[in-house]
């Protein structure tokens, strides 16, 4: 049911689960998952002038400008694998780059077909982030700069799922329980068929 080509969007706090569970999805659904977060630390870590460019704005938790970060998703979706559809996990996270998608997408004949929003409360946000700090060392995951990109998410981003919803493309699934148990109420909520693969 699942295996059509799907282009999706992942909407979420950070620390709600959208890595995790892009990567379970990416699995069951045969689909790439493309993260810019992901993108701009290997770009951060090979010390590209990107990378350098970026390195201070992700440390303080605030948003890489939108033309760094549209650059560096066009090219990925140039590549083959994503013709079979995607994963967008971290990207839209304002208007502006929501409307830069959307043309981009259009340009190319291929609309995002579903927005899935995790839905995960606050105090869960912070436990969440606080292990993956002790697990993964990031440097965006300080208490300073989790409250810097909580308050940037629920500024910039929110409007975004707004967004969506106005599309009738939204979709809000509780992000709180077992992995599994949240890639499937994932699943369940993806539209069935393939609306958009003809
Ligand atoms: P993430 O892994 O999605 O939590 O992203 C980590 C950091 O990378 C964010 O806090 C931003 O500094 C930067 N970043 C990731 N995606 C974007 C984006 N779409 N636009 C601007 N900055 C981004």
Redesign the pocket.
């Known amino acids: 049911r699942h295996r059509s080509i799907m282009r999706l969007v992942l909407l979420g706090a ?1 620390g709600s689960g ?2 995790t569970q892009a990567d379970l999805l990416k699995a069951e659904l045969g689909i790439p998952h493309i ?7 290997a770009a951060v870590r090979a010390g590209t002038p990107l990378g350098l460019k ?1 390195k201070a ?2 440390e ?7 033309e ?2 549209l650059g560096m ?1 066009e090219e990925r979706l140039a590549q083959a694998d994503a013709a079979a559809g995607f994963i967008l ?6 208007l502006a ?1 929501c409307a830069a998608l959307e043309t981009l997408l259009a340009r190319l004949g291929q609309p995002i077909d579903v927005a899935i929003k995790l839905e995960v409360p606050s105090e869960l946000i912070v436990e969440r982030i606080a292990g993956r700090a002790a697990e993964q060392g990031r440097k ?1 995951d300080t208490p300073e ?1 989790v409250r810097e ?1 909580l308050r ?1 998410y629920a500024e910039q981003t929110e409007p975004v799922a707004g967004h969506f919803a106005q599309l009738g493309k939204l979709r809000v699934v509780d992000g709180v329980g077992e992995l599994a148990e949240v890639s499937q109420r994932i699943l369940g909520a993806l539209p069935a068929g393939a609306p958009s693969a003809a």
């Open positions: 950070p959208k890595g993260s810019t977060g992901d993108l701009l630390r970026a704005v992700m303080a938790g605030q948003l890489v400008s939108d760094i970060v998703l996990d971290g990207y839209p996270r304002n780059q965006d700069t990109r940037v």
